[in-house]
């Protein structure tokens, strides 16, 4: 499944309201979050029967609400959760890698030393994925896509199958 990623400052909202929702309804005693509190000059307490108080959380949750996109942060965690995607251990506490994902990282052996004896490893490596590829109907294609700005190096090596077509060279 995909979607859309998170900005930045899409998680930097999330924190931001996390931060407010956690000092209003804690415990101990609810506190105004920093920001409101900051700017009302020192008025730290939240009283929720103080009628400009739930004025000011209202309007500071309403802006912090439309800055960014606290959707875009909830559900891509819950895309990256989703078992269906195997990128995380759907059987820890904690957020790890997907077994699938480290019994192939654990499988790559390290690449000889120097660029000709690598680069001769991975163009094997390559023709033998290739062929298993092929033999299972499937075209394989890597290739880069520049990222902005332009520059070198500032690419990401993008892998794609499609399924061969029938009776024509994969």
Not at 26 to 36: D, L, V
Not at 92 to 108: G, N, W
Not at 117 to 144: C, F
Request: with cysteine; net charge negative.
């Amino acid at each position: 499944m995909k979607m859309a990623k998170a900005s930045q400052a899409d998680i930097e909202m999330a924190m931001e309201l996390a931060n407010a929702l956690e000092a209003l309804s804690s415990r101990w005693g609810a506190t105004m979050p920093q920001k409101i509190a900051e700017a009302a000059l020192g008025v730290t307490a939240f009283c929720i029967d103080d009628p400009e108080h739930c004025r000011r959380v209202c309007e500071y949750l309403i802006n912090l609400g439309r800055s960014a996109s606290l959707f875009r942060v909830v559900m891509g965690m819950a895309v990256v959760l989703d078992p269906r995607n195997e990128l995380l251990d759907p059987d820890a506490d904690t957020l790890e890698a997907h077994p699938r994902i480290r019994a192939a990282l654990s499988a790559i052996e390290p690449l000889p030393e120097g660029y000709a004896k690598a680069s001769a490893a991975v163009a094997t490596e390559a023709a033998v994925l290739i062929e298993r590829a092929r033999r299972a109907g499937v075209v394989l294609t890597i290739e880069t896509e520049p990222r902005q700005p332009l520059a070198m190096g500032n690419y990401d090596v993008v892998v794609q199958t499609r399924e061969a077509r029938k009776g024509g060279a994969a």
